[in-house]
């Protein structure tokens, strides 16, 4: 795992349960992407993480702002 994605895991893993349900709820409102809210804090930093990685791997660099 490269040191960025270390470093956003770890800032996405300090937020509470409500808050990572507001990052993903603007991820799917800014992004025009469905992501579920509902699951464990585990499941939730899973989501924002994969969303956000593939938003680099795609170069989707509009996406990747707007997040």
């Known amino acids: 795992m490269g040191l960025v994605k270390q470093k956003t895991r770890a800032g996405i893993r300090s937020f509470t349960v409500d808050r990572l349900k507001q990052i993903i709820a603007g991820l799917s409102d ?3 992407s469905f992501l579920q ?3 464990r804090k585990a499941e939730l930093v899973d989501r924002i993480q994969s ?3 593939k938003y680099r791997y ?3 660099v509009e996406n990747w702002k707007r997040a």
């Open 30 to 32: 800014a992004n025009s």
């Open 37 to 39: 809210k509902s699951g």
């Open 51 to 53: 969303e956000l990685d």
């Open 58 to 60: 795609m170069r989707q």
